[in-house]
């Protein structure tokens, strides 16, 4: 009837670890004392980050989802291929739904949040009834009330406001994120500060790895009223557990124009020779690891170099040849009190046999040696980004929208340039994105893949804000809107967006065969009746509720929407398959399959479910069967139950 219970869950891993913890189901927090000793602080003052309305957000977190996601065929993209997801609605009850399908698997979530600039927008949470709410704002219920709400700077809680609304949607993403995921978050001077102690608080202090600074306006902002003029923003990043994150690496490719196009700011000679471009990127040294010739013998040796003849030679360390015409390079010495030199990279008869891919710079007395880099390389992402101005990201939609409705959207290779660093593409790796905006994020998604041939994919949630038509570009936006019959609200140009975004990539990568698709779900009421109590506390009116909810299901209830409500509770995908099971003819019964996990269930949504169903169906015992439970006799109930996980709606 609802989602997952986060908190019940995290009480569960509780209960395992430490069962001793626990009276009668509860927390004993005496019994919790005792069992971590000396790890508890209860001095009286102690650092903590706290702020008003802290206690609220985290009762927001502890209410389940009522609400479902409704498919949306209709709009999507390639539905029965595609792995990638577009979800309308209020971000919070779109992560509390997608919790048990999804925990443990996003490998990288980056969002660019409002950033409470005293204009922006802050989320209305209510935590006595957000799915109401939303419905409310968006005008599924009625029209009144505004879809967003400033936060001004006169606010007598205007920090606390957006750290409330922040707090539950952070806490829900980690438990998204794999062992080794990372979240990264874009935030200017504004709640930085702020930001950095709540997610210290969220992921703990020692899971931070980075605080990118973007400089995004090298020129900076002139019309800053007080102190030095604004260069850049932050892109802050944190780890679920920080020891599994490995090295965040880009894939340098050189071409024609003489600069890297996966990572610019990055730039080298481009020098020729008989086997074509290369550059100089790095020595043979190997000065971040120190061997001696006892422990690696193979790469510490000398090596002669003949800057006439090209020649090359090696011997031994001990060795007091010299050759006519030939320099000496030594290893470089090695002062750490332990090992006497640094190795090379490469051994000795790969120096000998490939000498064309080495470059001797000669200078006197100094000689280097550096390996020729062709093609491509990777190096490791810096923690200063530059030359990708703030500007680009409305080039980037305009180009292919025609107009840019969105407040400084993320340009396409700042994106790119994150999602190849940190989701390698040698795997399937989900990208997640709840601020989707101008589906940045979706755009650099695919257009990675396309690049080097990978499989990530992508899952982004957007609010379905309204145009604003005192901006004159979202005034444009509007007529945009009207010539694509859509309505006039943001999530509708994201859709569009990354539909003309898929075309452009396949009409550029015509070879490429990579997912450009998306699946379209939208946050919507349950299909189940939900237990509002009666008016009249008298046994006639209980008796007429109890009687209307023998059937739980609403009045016009639709079986995709039914089958998706069903298979998102018991925490398959949104990309599960769903089929019509062959060889039964006196029901309509589903197989809603989830590659992902290797696992599926079956399920009858009709009135009745016929004897010779069963039979068909051959049901064991490990597998899941759900029906409505009013189609159940109460011999054919008691039967499946012993022969099959039964479960009923």
Not at 47 to 55: C, I, V
Not at 440 to 457: I, L, P, W, Y
Request: with cysteine.
């Amino acid at each position: 009837m609802q989602s997952a219970d986060i908190t019940a869950d995290r009480l569960a891993s509780l209960r395992d670890l430490l069962p001793e913890a626990f009276t009668e189901g509860k927390v004993d927090f005496d019994k919790l004392r005792q069992a971590l000793g000396d790890e508890v602080d209860d001095r009286p003052e102690r650092y903590s980050f706290t702020w008003a309305g802290k206690r609220d957000a985290m009762r927001l977190l502890q209410v389940p989802s009522r609400a479902t996601l409704v498919p949306c065929p209709q709009e999507s993209v390639d539905w029965d291929t595609t792995q990638n997801l577009f979800i309308e609605g209020e971000n919070l009850e779109v992560l509390k739904l997608l919790y048990k399908s999804y925990a443990g698997r996003v490998k990288m979530i980056y969002i660019d949040p409002p950033y409470n600039t005293g204009n922006d927008f802050i989320y209305p949470d209510d935590f006595r009834d957000p799915l109401q709410t939303y419905l409310k704002l968006t005008g599924q219920k009625d029209a009144e009330g505004n879809l967003l709400t400033s936060n001004p700077e006169s606010s007598g809680r205007y920090h606390s406001a957006w750290l409330s609304m922040m707090y539950p949607r952070l806490f829900v993403a980690r438990q998204l994120l794999r062992d080794d995921g990372v979240i990264a978050i874009s935030i200017d001077h504004h709640e930085v500060a702020n930001l950095r102690c709540m997610l210290a608080d969220v992921f703990g202090e020692e899971n931070f790895i980075n605080t990118f600074a973007w400089v995004n306006n090298l020129k900076g902002r002139q019309i800053s009223a007080h102190g030095a003029a604004l260069t850049h923003e932050f892109i802050a990043v944190w780890a679920k557990n920080h020891d599994l994150v490995e090295e965040f690496t880009v894939q340098v490719e050189w071409g024609k124009s003489r600069m890297p196009s996966a990572y610019k700011g990055l730039a080298y000679e481009v020098m020729q020779d008989a086997k074509g471009e290369y550059v100089l990127k790095n020595q043979l040294y190997n000065t971040n690891s120190a061997f001696n010739e006892v422990t690696r013998p193979n790469l510490v040796f000398n090596i002669h170099f003949n800057d006439t003849t090209g020649e090359v030679r090696t011997t031994d360390i001990a060795d007091p040849r010299r050759f006519d015409g030939f320099h000496i390079i030594t290893p470089h010495p090695c002062n750490d009190g332990r090992h006497k030199y640094h190795a090379w990279r490469w051994g000795r008869s790969k120096v000998e046999q490939e000498k064309d891919d080495l470059a001797f710079l000669v200078s006197g007395d100094d000689i280097r040696v550096f390996t020729k880099v062709r093609g491509y390389t990777t190096t490791v992402l810096k923690d200063l980004i530059t030359d990708i101005s703030t500007n680009e990201g409305a080039k980037d939609v305009t180009a292919i929208l025609g107009c840019c409705p969105f407040t400084y959207p993320k340009p396409l290779s700042l994106m790119q340039l994150l999602v190849q660093s940190v989701a390698s593409a040698d795997e399937e790796s989900i990208v997640m994105d709840f601020f989707a905006g101008s589906g940045t994020t979706g755009h650099a998604v695919m257009q990675q893949n396309a690049a080097d041939g990978g499989n990530r994919r992508y899952i982004l949630v957007q609010l379905p804000e309204g145009l604003d038509m005192e901006n004159k570009d979202q005034k444009v936006a509007a007529d945009f809107c009207d010539k694509i019959k859509k309505p006039h609200n943001i999530s509708e140009l994201t859709k569009e967006l990354l539909r003309r975004a898929g075309k452009k990539i396949q009409e550029e990568n015509p070879l490429f065969k990579g997912d450009l698709g998306f699946r379209i779900f939208k946050l919507a009421e349950s299909n189940y009746r939900v237990w509002t109590g009666v008016e009249k506390k008298d046994g006639a009116a209980y008796a007429d509720t109890m009687e209307m909810f023998a059937d739980p299901l609403l009045p016009g209830w639709k079986p995709v929407n039914v089958l998706y409500e069903v298979a998102l509770k018991e925490g398959y995908s949104l990309t599960s398959k769903i089929e019509k099971v062959e060889g039964v003819k006196d029901n309509t019964v589903w197989c809603v399959t989830d590659p992902d996990k290797g696992q599926s269930f079956r399920i009858c949504l009709d009135d009745k479910l016929k004897a010779a169903t069963l039979k068909a169906l051959a049901l064991a015992k490990d597998d899941l069967f759900i029906c409505r439970d009013s189609a159940l006799t109460d011999e054919q109930a008691a039967n499946l139950a012993l022969q099959c996980n039964l479960k009923t709606i």
